[in-house]
């Protein structure tokens, strides 16, 4: 007959090396879940916390002039009217010199058209960004400016808020501040971004190499069965 006892028992190093997998799979798979519940805390603190920008050297001429820009550009993001799209470029963008980086790696936005393509995806698309206008800082040299500031965005697909940071550069051009430069990021630790997708990396490693053992101890204790089945089918029989 069958000796199942011998069958289970042929292989304990298998046995062992999947319960060591099975164990790491399960402790990666938390300490990505610690990570990810972390962003998400560091997340909803950071939209709480109030950054201590300066305000900056600018002239309270020249400062209330750039913070109306920007009021103007959140205007725009606020009502997100896709047919003034050009009414609002023209009134707050330098179109012969102005590049953009969004939050992509590949969104790198300049020229006219560059801009009216970036406000059509945004407004259309992403969600609702508040800035910080009045709290922003901004650095003046002669006829330039440095702008830096904090907002948030909500996501129209997620319904999730993350906290924002922009930064970017004005020029005095014609009697009136432009935008030149722009750039938003979101403002996360990446810190926790990182060590997670590290260790999801592992973890999916660990799940992969689990999987093969168990399919190898599968196959191989299918095949110590068919030998005893056959050894059994051809044993003589006893009386």
Known sequence: ????ESVNQKQPRMKILMNVFKVLTFLLCGIVLFFMLNLAYSNKEELKTEK???TGNATVKDRQAILNV??????GYSKRDLSKIDYYIDQTIDTTSIVVLGTNP??????KKGIQKLFYGDWKFWGD???NV???HITQVDNMAYIATTGSIKIDVWRITFPLRVTGVLIHKNSKWLINKLQFQYDLNTNFIIFGMIASVLATVSVIILMLILSISFVKKEN???IDWNRYMLAPECE
């Open 1 to 4: 007959m069958i000796n199942w």
């Open 52 to 54: 201590n920008y300066t």
């Open 70 to 75: 920007l009021t103007f550009l959140q205007q």
């Open 106 to 111: 590949n969104e790198i936005f300049s020229g």
């Open 129 to 131: 960004v508040r800035l």
């Open 134 to 136: 009045e709290k922003a």
């Open 224 to 226: 110590s069965i068919d």
